[in-house]
């Protein structure tokens, strides 16, 4: 089944330590994104890539990277820069042109300990 | 945008009852949204869609109503079922600089009371 995989789906980090979470995509899609989702709030935009070895930063890129060496895979890492990055961490992919076929992942949360 | 970062408005209603969630949104070069439904510790699924140049979109159980006048959405659950209990999103989909990405909104949470 085609689909996007995040791993893994529970996280801990200690304060001053970088993570990087996974997301693998089998879909042949285009573009993959990263969003994070704090408790009871929406979905906010991290970083987005269209093609392969090129990407964008969202609303809220301080404190992240990521990198995009493979169509199928869109790693985010998670620095000690980001102040506050106890969160839900959503990855989505999409054919590139248009909406159509937007697909989320299940999500990671990252909890900071 | 949306106003992120507000904590969810929650609406309860009664099993079989109709459900009306309602959206704003700013963009008014906007010409694609979408409404997803989040079950806790998932992601986002996809529910229905409407173009600009439609007022009304139905699906199974849901329909979609479109305001671009006063820039409104809202997505009209009938005969609403326990499994409906979720978080419902808008997002719009902008295309900055030829990119393209999904805004979303805050966000309500349906509650189902049996």
């Known amino acids: 089944d085609g689909g996007i995989t995040q791993s893994p789906k529970y996280l801990f980090r200690k304060e001053g330590q970088n993570v990087t979470l996974s997301c693998e995509q089998n879909?042949?899609?285009?573009?993959m994104y990263w969003y994070r989702q704090d408790p009871g709030q929406g979905l906010r935009l991290i970083y987005y890539?269209?093609?392969?070895?090129?990407?964008q930063k969202g609303d809220i890129a301080e404190g992240y990277s990521v990198s995009r060496e493979k169509k199928e895979s869109f790693p985010l890492t998670v620095t000690s820069a980001q102040k506050n990055p106890t969160a839900f961490y959503l990855c989505?992919?999409?054919?590139?042109?248009?909406?159509?076929?937007?697909?989320f992942g299940s999500g990671t949360r990252l909890t900071v300990v | 945008g949306e106003n992120v970062g507000l904590h969810l408005p929650t609406l309860s209603v009664q099993e079989g009852d109709n459900s009306i969630i309602n959206c704003a949104y700013s963009?008014?070069?906007?010409?694609?949204f979408i409404w997803y439904k989040q079950e806790s510790g998932k992601g986002p699924q996809f529910i229905i869609d409407?173009?600009?140049?439609?007022d009304k979109r139905q699906g199974q159980r849901v329909t979609v109503l479109l305001n671009k006048t006063v820039k409104h959405l809202s997505l009209q659950i009938a005969a609403t079922q326990p499994g409906d209990s979720a978080v419902y999103f808008c997002?719009?989909?902008?295309?900055?600089?030829?990119?393209?990405?999904?805004?979303f909104g805050s966000g309500t949470r349906l509650l189902v009371r049996p």
């Open positions: 989505a992919s999409s054919p590139g042109q248009g909406a159509l076929g937007y697909t």
């Open positions: 879909l042949n899609h285009d573009a």
């Open positions: 890539s269209q093609i392969v070895n090129d990407f």
């Open positions: 963009n008014s070069a906007s010409d694609y």
């Open positions: 409407i173009r600009s140049n439609m």
């Open positions: 997002a719009d989909f902008e295309t900055p600089d030829s990119s393209y990405k999904l805004i």
